[in-house]
Every structure is written in structure tokens, then in C-alpha cells.
């Protein structure tokens, strides 16, 4: 079928890309799905910073690839020997598929999947292959999903069955921010009554965060960033306290559980410095692989801390959607807050901008 899409074409343009458009929203091909995979037509999907590393070439990928991996829709068509799904579900797309089969899926979330790790870096779908044309030549896929597109093929074991109440928009960031800055306190953090949680870094991933902690409600919730416009929406989703990072080393602020959300080298040893002794300090940031953080092992061991990678929130998607989806639910877990704009596919350059620029929570493009 015929269907139009962002497709990152070179790695690595000047800014600002509205002028240098190093995505172009063209016009596909799309094979029907095969066996254990799914058509999905698109509703929403977030812009995330995981797509601009990307495109500024902070995780090198091969192009030209149709990005977007945090992104809900409708199941159209079913291919064979697809369980558990229906034509006409919800669905929300998550952007490390689990084969249920290697040694870290063994691990019940805490390390990725392998088989899904390789097929992500080749933009391949779990069971191999592109399903994504141009031109008589084959287009990447964007870690399993492509979700920048009217339509998506995606393995089945890359999304999760949501209830038709929950908003298209909503069930978006539920795939990505919300699973990886919600698992990131829940899973990886795992607070104890009395904990407080800092997050530093409020993006899309930490106000998630941020939310979660508040959602708990085991203890005081901090939240720690440059940008006053994200201290005040920190404090409306219910933080207890906002602080710059300036004021964190200042006052000398710490807190048993710090998860970093930023994604570069001084975000990342500020929060092992503020971790308190016997804590944990949660990096779900991405910064550059060339990237080197320097922390004292002394302040490790005579503290006793502990720091934990955690990526996609350290999650089983299977498991942890529903909860967060009854959060929702109940009124405890405000995901609709995150979105900061609404926008146009055709809008994705500047929306790429606005992510480099800080000033954007969770843009989320919706298709009609």
C-alpha cells in the first residue's frame, strides 16, 4: 500500500533543520504484513529525543530510515499466526521489541533484549527484513516501529493492546516517556516509603518520571532543571520542591533515589553526587558513545551508593503498559499534562528544533 512518511535522509545537517529539512515526508511503499506481524494505521505519535539523537548523529543509524518509535494507532490487518490481537485494537508501539527467548529477556526487564538490540541497529524488524520502500530501494525502520507515518508493519511482539478510552495521544507517550521514566523510578529507583525521588532532567522522559514519584506518594518528589518554564510545570504535576542545578550543589540537596533523564556527562555525575549514601542514582539520558563521565569510586564504596543503567525504563512493555494505563485510569497518573504541543506531520523539522532547543515537553504529531 501507498502511504506517506518522515524519512531521515542524512545524518548530521546544520541547524535549524526548518531550513537545512533533513527529513522529508515522502511518499512509500508498504508490504503487508507477515507472519507474527501486524498493519497498524497511525493516530499519534511523540517526538522524542531518541529521534533527535538521530538525526544530529548522536546514534548513528543507517539512512535513509523512516523515524518515529513512540506512536499509538489502530491494528488494520493481521498477518499470519499473530496472537492476541484483534482488527481494530489500540495498540501502543514500543520501541524495543522482547523475542522472549534470549538471556536478558531472562531478566525480566532489566537488561534489552539482544535479538531486538540487533535488529534495531540494522533497522530491521524483529524477524528480519524492511517491509518500507522508496523509490525501488528499501528504507530503514526506526527502532522496530517507523511510527512518523499514516501507516506502520511492526512485529507483534512490538506493541501492547490498550482499552479504546485511553486517547490516541495519551496511549503515544505511555510507549516511550511514560515507560521509560516511569520504569525508571518504579523498576530500576524502586523507592521505599519515606524515599525521596529527585529527577534531573525534565523533559518528556522526566516529567514521566516526575509524575510516577508523585503517583506513588512515598515521599518527597524534586525535580531539577535550567529552565524555570519546567521548575513551574515540575511543581504543577505535583513536585514538592524545584530546584536549579546550581541550587542542588549549592544547598547540597540529595535524595536516596536520583534518576538522570538529561543525557550528557555533567547531568550524570551531578546526580551520583547527589545521591545519598546508600542510594541509587537511575541514567535513562543517552548521551554521545564518546562521551566520559569522571565520579569518585571512594564516594561509592564508603557510601555504599549504587548507579543503575536502565534502558526503556527497565520494563517488560507487556507488564508495565496496563499499569500505567490504569494510573491513567484512575486519575493518578496525568499523562495528558506531558504534551506540550499538538502538531502536523509536515510540522517534523521544526518540532526537531524545538526538542534541540529545549522548549518543548512532548510534541506529539496527529494524523486525521
Known sequence: MRIQGAVLEEIGRERPYASSRPISVSELDLDAPGAGEILVRI??????????????????????????????????????????????????????????????????????????????????????????????????????????????????????RVGADVPPDVAAVLGCAVLTGGGAVINAGAPREGDAVMVIGLGGVGMAAILTAVSLGRGEVIGVDAVPAKLDLARELGATRVLTPAQVVEEGVTAPVVIEAVGNVRAFESAVTATAPGGRTVTVGLPSPDAKASISPLALVAGARTIIGSYLGSAVPSRDIPRYEQLWRDGTLPVE????????????????????????????????
Open 43 to 160: 493516530e499519534a505519535a511523540g517526538l522524542c529525543h531518541s529521534d533527535l539523537s538521530v538525526v544530529d548523529g548522536n546514534r548513528r543509524r543507517p539512512t535513509p530510515m523512516l523515524l518515529g518509535h513512540e506512536a499509538a494507532g489502530i491494528v488494520e490487518e493481521l498477518g499470519p499466526g499473530v496472537p492476541d490481537l484483534e482488527v481494530g485494537d489500540r495498540v501502543v508501539m514500543t520501541f524495543l521489541p522482547r523475542c522472549g527467548n534470549c538471556d536478558g529477556c531472562a531478566t525480566n526487564g532489566a537488561v534489552p533484549c539482544s535479538v531486538g538490540s540487533v535488529a534495531n541497529n540494522d533497522g530491521v524488524l524483529l524477524g528480519g527484513g524492511r517491509r518500507l520502500h522508496r523509490g525501488g530501494s528499501d528504507v530503514h525502520h526506526h527502532l522496530g516501529v517507523s511510527g512518523f507515518a499514516t501507516h506502520a508493519v511492526v512485529d507483534h511482539r512490538s506493541v501492547v
Open 337 to 368: 499534562k506531558l504534551i506540550s504541543s499538538r502538531i502536523s506531520l509536515s510540522d517534523i523539522n521544526d518540532g526537531m528544533d524545538a526538542l534541540a532547543d529545549g522548549t518543548a515537553i512532548r510534541q506529539v504529531i496527529i494524523f486525521d
